[in-house]
């Protein structure tokens, strides 16, 4: 299950997702962004209060921050997913 919002003006993902709430399996609650657009954030900003990695970095052949998002079999753009840790 998932809390999200959508962008509006154009289709999924290129008008942005932000994902505020979000269960995957057996993983504990996420916050995620996705974009069609190229997208990566600051990791000095994303970290600057608390330690925040990116839970999509090993899905984004180890690029942290990357909200990039393309689904297909081959793609490895989940979107980027900034957490506090334990998740």
Sequence with gaps: PAF???GTG???PMAGELDI???VNDAGS????????QCTLDAAEVNRFRLMPDA???ENNGSSYDCH???CGTCTSLGCA???MPL
């Design 56 to 58: 999509n970095r090993l």
């Design 21 to 23: 709430l979000e269960y």
């Design 82 to 84: 900034p957490n506090a």
């Design 10 to 12: 154009a289709p999924w």
């Design 69 to 71: 998002t393309e689904y």
């Design 4 to 6: 999200f919002t959508l």
């Design 30 to 37: 996420m916050t995620s962004f996705h974009t069609g657009k």
